[in-house]
């Protein structure tokens, strides 16, 4: 993995950027946008995200494809509309979410392109939209940010999203336990509307065959706002069609953290795919947690950082990775009062590797830091097919 840090005083912006870039074959590369004057109008914080994020595109990661979009804001409320008319009309692939960056600016951005992709066209998508495909060789690689479903509570709309995430599915000949890799919930107020997710999120797995006995999906359940302050739950999602037998290893780590299951929840601690040329580890959220499910150092953001460090290491020598194969990660703080001492350590393990760091309750009150990353390392597998 190869890192660049690109800063333009001009723009007040700062890109930190992850390349994994190969001779033949698909070039991948992350970018983590955020301004570094304080105290600018949003509107003047917005152009220079996009300014950046364009003249990088442009001069640095020429003939790229903008796979998966995020932007963080820090009032979406009153920011969205702006936003809108910097954003394409296609938007299936962009996740827009209320998480206020820690270094007290208005926007983030995180952003994830790829070389030779070709974006997919297919006629299903006008009879069931929503998903964005990008394709390259036998692989279709299905995104999905900001769904919601205006329903009354918590559990309703995550069940309809969930449902209609299915049917999504099944337009293009995929199922929710077969080709779903990856799976972001953002949660207004989580500490009250988490249960909810939980509740059904469990009883449309257990309808789709995902049980403790089976596999769950990678993911991250988050507190996070919607510009309409009627959306309880905002849903993103990764899928992959083409995918053979036994290139999907789930990640559990168990000397340091216990089955999610055994606390209530229905998610994997992690995911990795093996590629002909790579593999792709997803690491769902992660907290300071031990092999019992219990909260580790509780009341301690610095021990907890530096738990949650260990156990995402130990998830990734699972899927045969370490931190420098990290292409990018997201670090969520449930108190703003606690970014000075997580932010210096984390700064510290992971000085080059694209992130953001923002306000973002955890689904657990205890845990007080929580994060999630995605590596890349290259393989060498002649069973399957490069990616």
Known sequence: MQYKTITDGKRHATATTSMFITEKGVSEYQ??????????PFSEQLKSVFSLFNDIRENNFRNTSIVFLRIFLSDAANQVQLLSGYLPDNKYNISIIEQPPLNSTKIALWAYLQ????????????RMPGLYGVQHGRYLHLWNGTAIKPENDSEQQMNALLKNYIAQLKAHDCTLTENCIRTWIFVQNVDVNYAGIVKARRELFIENGLTDKTHYIA????NGRHADPKTIVIFDSYAVKGLKPGQIQYL?????MSSTSEY?????????????????VFVSGTASIDNKGMIVHEGDVGKQTIRMIENVETLLREAECGTEDIAQMIIYLRDMADYAVAGTIIGKHFPEIPKVVVLAPICRPGWLVEMECFAIKKDNNANFEPL
């Open 31 to 40: 970018l983590a946008i955020q301004i570094i004057e304080q105290g600018l």
């Open 219 to 222: 993911s991250t359940g988050i």
């Open 264 to 280: 209530g929840v229905t998610f994997e601690r992690g995911t990795c795919i093996r590629y002909g040329d790579r593999r792709h």
């Open 115 to 126: 070389t030779g992709m070709k974006v997919c066209e297919n006629r299903r998508l006008s």
């Open 252 to 256: 559990h780590a168990m000397t340091h």
